[in-house]
T-cell receptor, first 117, second 114 residues
Framework: DTGVSQDPRHKITKRGQNVTFRCDPI?????LYWYRQTLGQGPEFLTY????????KSRLLSDRFSAERPKGSFSTLEIQRTEQGDSAMYLC???????????????FGPGTRLLVL | GNSVTQMEGPVTLSEEAFLTINCTYT??????LFWYVQYPGEGLQLLLK?????DKGSNKGFEATYRKETTSFHLEKGSVQVSDSAVYFC?????????????FGKGTRLSVIA
């Protein structure tokens, strides 16, 4: 088990371009989360999946952001028409199913650092 | 709503000094509480956690006790090392709604000097 992986690790793009990031969770984990972290701040939740079902997407920052997990394994996060304010670290995490009492540990990937010029 | 407040940094300590990083939370229901650490150039790693009141999480000499009466989860270490230099994040995961994304504090940067 190699942990959560993300690709690419760094992305530089020009304003107005579309970008897509990939996350591969720990293989037996059913839950997958996306967060965004800006400089000097803690991670901010964006969306998450239980297998292929997207359980919460109201926190996606705008309709330019979308995420998929079509086969319940890897996930992609797409940002359309990027803006300079989208520059941040995008983090993916995975966890086993949450029991009734919650508290399952989320394991984070190394992140994708996006710079929009 | 759910929120986490942690002491602002940076915190600079000499090696072998005692460390406390304060964390308080606001939550509906009974959250689980976590400390994550981010070493330079690395991703977030779980340091410790506690899932109910009065539980104590511990790892690598760090400890934190879930205090429901003061809604706190302060991180402590008796003797810090240079290798503990990192950013520390307090976080909570709500139970009641079944919707359990983590809510993070802003992080506290710790620098330990020899």
């Amino acid at each position: 088990d190699t942990g959560v992986s993300q690709d690419p690790r760094h992305k530089i793009t020009k304003r107005g371009q579309n970008v897509t990031f990939r996350c591969d969770p720990i293989s037996e984990h059913n839950r997958l989360y996306w967060y965004r972290q800006t400089l000097g701040q803690g991670p901010e939740f964006l969306t998450y999946f239980q297998n292929e079902a997207q359980l919460e997407k109201s926190r996606l920052l705008s309709d330019r952001f979308s995420a998929e997990r079509p086969k319940g394994s890897f996930s992609t996060l797409e940002i359309q028409r990027t803006e300079q304010g989208d520059s941040a670290m995008y983090l993916c995490a995975s966890s086993p199913d949450q029991g009734l009492t919650g508290g399952e540990t989320q394991y984070f990937g190394p992140g994708t650092r996006l710079l929009v010029l | 709503g759910n929120s986490v407040t942690q002491m602002e940094g940076p915190v600079t300590l000499s090696e072998e000094a005692f460390l406390t990083i304060n964390c308080t939370y606001t939550a509906t229901g009974y959250p689980s509480l976590f400390w994550y650490v981010q070493y330079p150039g690395e991703g977030l790693q779980l340091l410790l956690k506690a899932t109910k009141a009065d539980d104590k999480g511990s790892n690598k000499g760090f400890e934190a006790t879930y205090r429901k009466e003061t809604t706190s989860f302060h991180l402590e270490k008796g003797s810090v090392q240079v290798s503990d230099s990192a950013v520390y994040f307090c976080a909570l995961s709500p139970h009641s709604s079944g919707n359990t994304p983590l809510v993070f504090g802003k992080g506290t940067r710790l620098s330990v000097i020899a």
